[in-house]
């Protein structure tokens, strides 16, 4: 618990320099082209275009799923993982990527994930603005289940904090987890409901269950329950206990992990 409380201390005592640097990856990842930051919208848009012609036109029929048009089902959740997915992809590189940073300077390293994490929130944000006008093209209204909007992001937030820190320790223990853990979230692109209703494919009940289990399914779906109007997350007590102590452990390991080897970082690299 020591541990957890060291890592967390760090990432509120450098708020500011987190934000700042997270401004700069911006801008650095961007500034040789010629759109610069509007890529941040435009590559994701042109993604969900091509979903949605595949997945939404083709495949489903452009069917309503749970009586919501395909287009604003798809949005709801797609948007949160393409944060999710660059999220843990780029933290889990962090530290491995800003060595040289380390190994010059005093530096407080459990922040470089996070720093990642807040920098995709320039992407996010604009996402969102994007969802929710399309939400009022449909004709849907706030309601109070949009409040849940919060709590579903503080949720997501959190779990991108403690399997970043994880990630990017082992990534630099084992370099070719990086590419394993991009392996890995090809798959479950498509087994945590961006694009997928797992209750409307014809899967054993049992496959199901076990689905659901998986945090980013916790996660998309919960953001679906609130803009779609369809449930509080107290009715899913049971997936929302089993998401937090999923949370718990991933801190748990990854701040122990991260504590015993950051001061060897530069001699795993």
């Given at each position: 618990?020591?541990?957890?409380?060291e890592v967390?201390?760090e990432?509120?005592?450098?708020?500011?320099m987190?934000?700042?640097m997270?401004?700069?990856?911006?801008k650095?990842?961007?500034q040789s082209h010629?759109?610069?930051l509007a890529?941040q919208?435009?590559?994701?848009?042109?993604?969900?275009?091509?979903?949605y012609?595949?997945?939404?036109?083709?495949?489903n029929?452009?069917?309503?799923?749970?009586?919501?048009p395909f287009?604003?089902w798809?949005?709801?959740?797609i948007i949160?993982w393409f944060y999710?997915n660059?999220s843990?992809?780029?933290?889990?590189n962090?530290i491995?990527?800003q060595?040289?940073?380390?190994?010059k300077?005093k530096?407080?390293?459990?922040?470089?994930?996070?720093?990642n994490i807040?920098?995709?929130l320039?992407s996010?944000i604009?996402m969102m603005?994007i969802l929710?006008?399309?939400l009022f093209?449909?004709g849907?209204?706030p309601t109070?289940?949009?409040?849940?909007?919060f709590?579903?992001?503080?949720c997501?937030f959190?779990?991108?904090?403690?399997?970043?820190i994880?990630?990017?320790?082992i990534?630099?223990?084992?370099?070719?987890?990086h590419i394993f853990?991009q392996s890995?979230?090809?798959?479950?692109?498509y087994v945590?409901?961006p694009i997928?209703d797992?209750?409307n494919?014809?899967?054993?009940?049992?496959?199901v269950?076990v689905?659901k289990l998986?945090?980013?399914?916790y996660?998309?779906e919960?953001?679906r329950?609130?803009?779609l109007?369809?449930?509080w997350?107290?009715?899913k007590?049971?997936?929302g206990?089993?998401f937090?102590c999923m949370?718990?452990?991933?801190?748990?390991l990854g701040s122990?992990?991260?504590?015993?080897f950051?001061?060897?970082?530069v001699d795993y690299?």
């Open positions: 618990m020591k541990e957890i409380i967390i201390k990432q509120f005592s450098h708020v500011g987190i934000y700042r997270s401004r700069y990856e911006d650095a990842t961007y010629y759109l610069g890529w919208i435009l590559n994701p848009a042109i993604q969900i275009g091509i979903y012609l595949i997945f939404g036109v083709g495949v029929g452009n069917n309503k799923i749970d009586g919501v287009l604003v798809m949005l709801t959740g949160a999710i660059s843990v992809l780029g933290a889990s962090s491995h990527r060595v040289g940073m380390v190994a300077m530096f407080p390293v459990s922040i470089l994930p996070t720093i807040v920098s995709n320039s996010y604009p603005g929710l006008l399309v093209s449909y849907m209204s109070i289940y949009w409040l849940q909007f709590y579903y992001f503080i997501m959190v779990f991108l904090f403690a399997y970043g994880l990630n990017a320790t990534t630099v223990l084992v370099r070719d987890y853990l890995v979230f090809r798959l479950l692109f945590s409901g997928w797992i209750n494919r014809n899967l054993p009940d049992k496959l269950n689905l998986n945090p980013f399914y996660i998309i919960g953001f329950d609130a803009f109007s369809r449930g997350f107290w009715e007590g049971t997936y206990l089993i937090w949370v718990l452990i991933l801190l748990i122990h992990l991260h504590m015993k950051r001061a060897r970082f690299v």
